[in-house]
């Protein structure tokens, strides 16, 4: 992991390519890098999550919202993110704890306009206390499925968010530091399951919780803002690699399908071939391949 610090900013820089994973104990080297890359503005993180603020008998909540983008595609990456909203803005959208803050317009990005979602997007990472988003390119997919290569990535979203929230956590040795028990995570992830998150790999950093709460939410970018975030980073995030595949094969009408198996798509793969960056294991695609 690569994660640079800027003391005039108060924001660390996330960068990170992972190569190989542990799976429940067993080493897989990856097919191809799964890159991620984020923020973390650790100024804002102790100020808002880390101190107590004289409430000594409150517990501080951090909540992290976690979603993908690109499960249906048959060309290019999943992407997974994960965002942390400030405290006053992370909650259930019904109750509208976005109302007059420069986010008042986030929801599911699938309900928002291209247009909306490319305004929100450098301003969730503007605002966010910190986010990662993850680039799970084809390969991954095709070596692990793509249900685990989803998984995959909400998990390594997750774990190198905390990381960086523990590490902070753990350097941050002052009278008015927040304890454990008065510090409960909360991971939401969008949808009807959670990633099995490698605990193992906390252990060694002091002021790591034994136990971190992690909630599924069906349809939860349409239900909480810090998943609508992440829903917005996935989302745009991926459109952005459909683009830059578009400029570089425009033959194939990228931009408009954006990799979705509509009968363009479909006429270009049979008129032009199977591209690189398509994956393989989606049946359509192996069709092409078989033909």
């Known amino acids: 992991m690569h994660i640079q610090h800027s003391t005039e900013s108060s924001a660390q ?74 405290a006053t803005w992370s909650g259930l959208i019904e109750e509208q704890p976005l109302k007059d803050t420069p986010l008042s317009i986030l929801t599911d990005s699938k309900q928002l306009s291209e247009k909306k979602r490319d305004i929100l997007y450098p301003l969730v990472q503007q605002y966010a206390i910190g986010y990662i988003i993850a680039d799970i390119p084809a390969a991954v997919i095709d070596q692990v499925n793509i249900l685990q290569a989803t998984m ?82 996935a989302k745009v995030s991926r459109d952005e690699t459909m683009y830059a595949l578009d400029t570089q094969y425009p033959e194939y009408g990228i931009a408009k399908h954006k990799g979705y198996p509509t009968r363009a798509h479909m006429e270009a793969i049979e008129k032009y071939g199977v591209l690189p960056t398509h994956r393989r294991s989606f049946a359509p695609v192996r069709r092409m391949l078989e033909t």
């Open 13 to 86: 820089t996330i960068d990170i390519n992972i190569e190989h994973i542990d799976v429940k104990g067993q080493y897989i080297q990856l097919a191809a890098p799964i890159r991620l890359y984020g923020q973390m503005n650790t100024a804002e993180l102790i100020t808002q999550y880390l101190t107590n603020d004289n409430q000594e008998t409150e517990q501080s909540i951090l909540q992290i919202g976690v979603d993908e983008a690109g499960r249906g595609p048959l060309l290019g990456s999943v992407n997974v993110a994960a965002a942390i909203l400030p």
């Open 152 to 233: 995959l990535g909400m998990r390594l979203c997750t774990e190198s968010l905390l990381e960086v929230i523990f590490k902070k956590f753990s350097t941050t040795g002052n009278d008015n530091s927040t304890s454990l028990d008065q510090l409960k995570i909360e991971v939401l992830f969008d949808g009807n399951r959670c990633p099995d998150l490698n605990y193992d790999s906390f252990k060694h950093l002091e002021g790591a919780p034994l136990a971190i709460d992690c909630q599924a939410w069906v349809k939860g970018d349409a239900r909480h803002t810090s998943i609508a975030a992440a829903s917005i980073l």
